[in-house]
């Protein structure tokens, strides 16, 4: 509770709600949620799923390029590194041995 009061005593010159309020401007936390819970809460909330940090990360990573519709250039990238990763460019200076 203390980080909190901290935080907005700190801030209190950029806190306007009421000000955002009578001007009709939308208060991001509604939209925030909801991104939360489309993002994160419809994929890792699922009854039973156990997630670890890094598998959780990497799913909420591409949850999130596939709804800002990067999916495609996303992929392309994802493969052009993964060739370059498996097959480098200077793979000839390596000499076969048996």
């Not at 990497?58 to 097959?87: C, F, M, S």
Request: aromatic share 12%.
């Amino acid at each position: 509770m203390y980080v909190c009061v901290r935080y907005l005593r700190t801030n209190s010159e950029f806190v306007h709600y009421d000000q955002a309020l009578a001007a009709c401007w939308p208060i991001a936390t509604g939209i925030i949620e909801g991104a939360a819970r489309q993002l994160v809460a419809d994929r890792l909330d699922i009854s039973g799923a156990r997630w670890g940090p890094d598998g959780a990360e990497a799913v909420l990573k591409l949850r999130a390029v596939a709804a800002n519709g990067d999916l495609n250039t996303y992929w392309e990238h994802h493969h052009a590194a993964e060739h370059q990763r498996l097959y480098p460019a200077d793979q000839h200076r390596y000499a076969f041995t048996a």
